[in-house]
């Protein structure tokens, strides 16, 4: 079965800069695109970033474009999120959603995600 | 990339139906047929209920449908049952590869 399993949260000051992983098992990594999405505290879900099955091809949201930087291994079947210049405002559970089909770069759906990795921005 | 509108909270008693709206633009939910509808239970991940449009993955209650009219998709969901009692988000494609979700909805079964 598909495992999306999220990793490298934690508490973070202001300005700094944090790298999650999403280790994905039970599927070929290598065929699907896919997705970050994060949850502020009490709030809903918001896009934040994509990537092709075949990287390097990357898409971000207004609110993190030129701070936030996804890639992957499709030989370590892993996805990345470096995240730099971190803000109050990034503070979310983050989670990495697997596209449903095959080879998309227009998703019909996000039909697999992990149980997310908490990062707070705080001083 | 702005959020998808969706009411804050609706209610409904068991046994009934409920619908709820998202609402974007044609730039969104009007140009593409690529609208999703995710359940999420507090304190876990978000499941998909249904994708592109109105097609219930496998294992999905037939319960659950979706529509789109113009702007505006929709999530019905018939004979409540408490279980379904849970936050529930549209999403949509928004051109070039870029996604946008809504507000989420609040669904109290009473």
């Known amino acids: 079965q598909v495992q999306l399993v999220e990793s490298g949260g934690g508490v973070v000051q202001p300005g700094g800069s944090l790298r999650l992983s999403c280790a994905a098992s039970?599927?070929?990594?290598?065929?699907?695109?896919i997705h970050w999405v994060r949850q502020a505290p009490g709030k809903g879900l918001e896009w934040v970033a994509f990537?092709?099955?075949?990287?390097?091809?990357?898409y971000y949201a207004d609110s993190v474009k030129g701070r936030f930087t996804i890639s992957r291994d499709n030989s370590k079947n892993t996805l990345y999120l470096q995240m730099n210049s971190l803000r109050a405002e990034d503070t979310a559970v983050y989670y990495c959603?697997?596209?449903?089909?095959?080879?998309?770069?227009?998703?019909?759906?996000?039909?697999?995600w992990g149980q997310g990795t908490l990062v707070t921005v705080s001083s | 990339q702005s959020a998808l509108t969706q009411p804050a909270s609706v209610s409904e008693s068991p046994g009934q139906s409920i619908t709820i709206s998202c609402t974007g633009t044609?730039?969104?939910?009007?140009?593409?047929?690529?609208v999703s509808w995710y359940q999420q239970h507090p304190g876990k991940a978000p499941k998909l209920m249904i994708y592109?449009?109105?097609e219930r993955p496998s294992g999905v209650s037939n319960r659950f449908s979706g529509s789109k009219s113009g702007n505006t998709a929709s999530l019905t969901i018939s004979g409540l049952q408490a279980e379904d009692e849970a936050d529930y988000y549209c999403?949509?494609?928004?051109?070039?590869?870029?996604?946008?979700f809504g507000g989420g909805t609040k669904l109290t079964v009473l």
């Open positions: 592109a449009g109105s």
């Open positions: 959603a697997k596209d449903r089909d095959k080879y998309s770069s227009s998703s019909e759906g996000f039909d697999d």
């Open positions: 990537i092709r099955y075949d990287g390097p091809n990357t």
């Open positions: 039970g599927f070929t990594f290598s065929t699907y695109g």
């Open positions: 044609s730039s969104d939910v009007g140009s593409y047929n690529l």
């Open positions: 999403c949509s494609y928004a051109g070039s590869s870029t996604w946008v």
